[in-house]
C-alpha cells in the first residue's frame, strides 16, 4: 500500500467527514456511525447536534471530566486501549509484543539526544479506536521543548498490521513532542497517523498541516511553554494512536497490555 494510496484514501475520508450535509442528512450519516461504531455518547452531546461527522469525532465533553489530585499521579491522556508497554531496552521499543523497532528511527534526526535520555526507562503504546474520545491531554505537568512534524503512508494502525507489519510506527506520519519535567527529566510524546485520519491537529502549533503535501520533517522549538497535567493539547480527526517514552525512574506505570484506559485515569506515580 504506497503513500500516495493511503493518502488519497485518508483525504477523500476527511474531506467526506468535513462536510456539512444538510440537516436531515447528517442527522442519519451522525446516527449511523454512533450505532456501528457503538459509541457511549452519555458524556456528549445528542448526535443530531453535531454539524459534520467530524464535529462528532473531535467531540468535547459535556461535563469536563474530574482530574485526579495529587501531581505525582500519572495520568492517562486519553481514551485508549494500551497495546503494549514496558521498558526501553538498547533503543528498541515495540509497537506490540515481538514486533520491535527503533527508537532512533522513530524520533528522527531532531531528537536523537532524547532516544539517548530514554533508554531504560517506560514506553507506553496507547491505540485510540474510531469509537473511542477522539482529544488527547497531558499525562503530566510539562515543558515543550520542540516538535517535529514528520510525513509518511497512513497504514492502519489496528491488531493485524501491528502483528505483521514491520516499522509500522516508523514509516507512518508522525508528530514529536520533546518535553521535559519539573525534575528537568525527558519525556516524549509520539503522535502517530493512521487511515482515515484527516489530521492530527497540535493546539499550540497551527503551522502543523498533517496529511498535506509537506514532504520533508518541519521542527519547531518553544521558550517556557508549559502544559498542565489534563491539558487538552490537541486531537486525531479519528483513531489513532500515542505512544509515551520517558525517562527511566522519572515514572512508574501501572498499566497491563490490552487494558482499557480512559481519560483522567491513574496510571501509576510521577517520582
Not at 521498558?87 to 523497532?101: D, F, L, N, R, V
Not at 500515542?242 to 484506559?261: D, H, R, W
Request: charged content about 25%.
Amino acid at each position: 500500500m504506497s503513500k500516495h494510496f493511503t493518502s488519497v484514501i485518508s483525504s477523500g475520508f476527511g474531506k467526506f467527514a468535513s462536510k456539512e450535509f444538510p440537516s436531515i442528512i447528517q442527522h442519519i450519516i451522525n446516527a449511523s456511525y454512533v450505532k456501528l461504531m457503538g459509541l457511549d455518547m452519555s458524556e456528549f452531546r445528542e448526535p443530531s447536534t453535531y454539524k459534520t461527522l467530524n464535529k462528532l469525532f473531535t467531540r468535547a465533553f459535556e461535563i469536563p471530566r474530574e482530574i485526579p489530585k495529587g501531581k505525582t499521579k500519572l495520568l492517562s491522556g486519553v481514551d485508549a486501549l494500551i497495546t503494549d508497554a514496558g521498558t526501553i531496552k538498547e533503543g528498541i521499543a515495540y509497537q506490540i509484543k515481538g514486533m520491535s523497532y527503533s527508537i532512533e528511527s522513530l524520533f528522527g534526526e531532531h531528537h536523537q539526544d532524547a532516544a539517548k535520555k530514554v533508554e531504560g526507562g517506560e514506553f507506553i503504546n496507547f491505540y485510540l479506536s474510531p469509537k473511542d474520545y477522539h482529544r488527547y491531554h497531558m499525562p503530566m505537568d510539562l515543558q515543550i521543548l520542540s516538535l517535529t512534524h514528520i510525513p509518511g503512508k497512513l497504514y492502519p494502525v489496528n491488531f493485524p498490521l501491528l502483528r505483521k507489519k514491520k516499522d509500522l510506527f516508523i514509516e507512518n506520519e508522525r508528530v514529536i513532542l520533546e518535553c521535559k519535567d519539573k525534575k528537568g527529566r525527558t519525556h516524549v510524546l509520539v503522535l502517530v497517523g493512521a487511515l482515515n485520519v484527516g489530521k492530527m491537529v497540535v493546539t499550540f502549533e497551527e503551522k502543523i498541516q498533517t496529511n498535506s503535501e509537506i514532504r520533508e520533517p518541519q521542527h519547531y522549538t518553544y521558550e517556557e511553554l508549559w502544559l498542565d497535567r489534563g491539558e487538552m493539547f490537541g486531537w486525531f480527526e479519528m483513531g489513532s494512536t500515542i505512544l509515551t517514552f520517558s525517562k527511566k525512574g522519572s515514572i512508574f506505570p501501572e498499566v497491563a497490555i490490552n487494558q482499557k484506559v480512559s481519560f483522567a485515569d491513574v496510571l501509576g506515580t510521577i517520582k
